[in-house]
């Protein structure tokens, strides 16, 4: 079971956004993509077939999965995961410091 997922909210701990909350779009294998961070100049060629116009563009790059935590609400701080098997035997996660399940 993976420790952060699509859609969770995230901080970022180490890099040139440290300290930014955002969410995650896109889950690679030992890789993270933030909504709106880590953000990178990319130079796109122009492709009339496709409708694309080229030049520079802002793109959103991957950050390793151990420069992002997951964010506690309740704490308002990163927070460490845990895997345990619910009373209906599933699995869940849950926040290392108060206990309480992500939902």
């Known amino acids: ?5 699509l859609n969770d909210e995230v901080i970022i701990i180490a890099g040139k ?4 909350v955002g ?3 896109k889950v690679l294998d030992v890789k993270v993509v933030v909504e709106g961070f880590n953000m990178a100049k990319k130079h ?4 009339p077939n496709a409708g694309v116009t080229g030049g ?5 790059m991957p950050l390793a999965v ?6 506690n609400s309740a704490t308002k701080k990163a927070d460490r995961i845990g895997v345990r098997t619910n009373k209906d035997g599933n699995k869940e996660r ?5 206990g309480e399940a992500i939902v």
């Open 44 to 47: 796109v060629r122009p492709n």
């Open 56 to 60: 520079i563009v802002d793109t959103e």
């Open 23 to 25: 969410t995650v779009t």
């Open 66 to 71: 151990s420069n992002v935590a997951i964010y």
């Open 1 to 5: 079971m993976q420790k952060i997922k």
């Open 17 to 20: 956004d440290k300290g930014s």
């Open 94 to 98: 849950f926040f290392k410091s108060n």
